[in-house]
């Protein structure tokens, strides 16, 4: 089952900041976060494991919550650069593969 | 840089033809993996493979099949292409912790 991501869609000023949150059913193991720009592959950005612990890739951190199933990536400060489609991935107890979300469309604007 | 390169970026086929996708990688990955990416739908692995001649089943494999006899290959094939194939597939490469997308190959199946 996939995993939920909230909001759908979100619209920032260039400086604002903005959470993405991705919600899961089953236990987690882990959740990887990735990026995709207009037009591109998707890219890698970072790796949560059991054990709630928090991460950061310049000025976007995550955060890993096991009690409650969820993830949260923080984007502090943004730029024009960080516009496209954030994708949660979500390894669940006892499985092998990544199911992702259906993505948070963010725009960053001036 | 790893990359992973993706026989076609547009293709175009006919309700009822065999097609072939095929994807390759550089950097001597294990794990090779297919997904097909709809508008609100998100990323939706179909296939996916650990080693030569290994093959898992994803969330959505019905009307597909791969095929791995090289390690750096990873092919997919549509034995009868029908017009809700039509999508955008992704293939990728790489650790359990991160994977690398190739560029992706738009299918339109008329």
């Known amino acids: 089952q996939q995993p939920v991501q909230s909001p759908q869609a979100v619209i920032l000023r260039e400086g604002e900041d903005a959470v993405i949150n991705c919600s899961s059913s089953?236990?987690?193991?882990?959740v990887h976060w990735y990026r995709q720009k207009h037009g591109e592959a998707p890219v890698f950005l970072m790796i949560?494991?059991?054990?709630?612990e928090q991460k950061g890739h310049d000025k976007i951190s995550a955060s890993f919550n096991e009690k409650k199933q969820q993830s949260s990536l923080y984007l502090t400060a943004s730029q024009l650069s960080y516009s496209g489609t954030y994708f949660c991935?979500?390894?669940?107890?006892?499985?092998?593969?990544?199911?992702f979300g259906t993505g948070t469309q963010l725009k960053v604007e001036l | 840089d790893v990359k992973v390169t993706q026989s076609s970026r547009y293709l175009v086929k006919r309700t009822g033809e065999k097609v072939f996708l095929e994807c390759v990688q550089d950097?001597?990955?294990?794990?090779m993996f297919w997904y097909r990416q709809d508008p609100g739908l998100g990323l939706r692995l179909i296939y996916f493979?650990?080693?030569?001649?290994?093959?898992e089943k994803g969330d959505i494999p019905e009307g597909y099949s791969v095929s791995r006899e090289k390690k750096e290959r990873f092919s997919l094939i549509l034995e009868s292409a029908s017009t809700n194939q039509t999508s955008m597939y992704l293939c990728?490469?790489?650790?359990?912790?991160?994977?690398?997308f190739g560029p992706g190959t738009r299918l339109t199946v008329l």
């Open positions: 990728a490469s790489g650790r359990f912790n991160e994977q690398f």
């Open positions: 089953k236990a987690l193991y882990s």
């Open positions: 949560l494991l059991k054990g709630g």
């Open positions: 991935g979500t390894v669940t107890g006892g499985g092998n593969k990544l199911t």
């Open positions: 950097m001597d990955h294990e794990n």
């Open positions: 493979s650990y080693d030569v001649k290994m093959k």
